[in-house]
Nanobody, 115 residues
């Protein structure tokens, strides 16, 4: 069983930065980890993925502004968000898939970007 806990959200002005953390406990997160976000009234969307080897993928809307990374020693994945825009406002979730039908989600952290 894996427990995920996001932190680092908050209120920031447009152009600012935040770093989100996804700390795992209960088991080592050795596979890919995703960051998702869900804005009010919209579907949850995939923002970034980091593989076990450290390769990364990003949604087009965040490329060049967001960076996903992992610290295996701390069993934690990060999302560095720079040049934030009001449209980045959402609840951000991390997700870990340990295998078929074994998806784990955190409780989410709110990011609000003011214009």
């Amino acid at each position: 069983q894996v427990q995920l806990a996001e932190s680092g959200g908050g209120l920031v002005q447009a152009g600012g930065s935040l770093r989100l953390s996804c700390a795992a406990s209960g088991s080592t997160i050795s596979r890919s980890v995703d960051w998702y976000r869900q804005a009010l009234g919209k579907q949850r969307e995939l923002v970034a993925t980091i593989s076990s080897s450290g390769s990364t993928n990003y949604a087009d809307s965040v490329k060049g502004r967001f960076t996903i990374s992992r610290d295996n020693a701390k069993n934690t994945v990060y999302l560095q968000m720079n040049s934030l825009k009001p449209e980045d406002t959402a609840v951000y979730y991390c997700r870990y898939s340990a295998g078929v039908f074994r998806d784990y989600w955190g409780q989410g952290t709110q990011v609000t970007v003011s214009s």
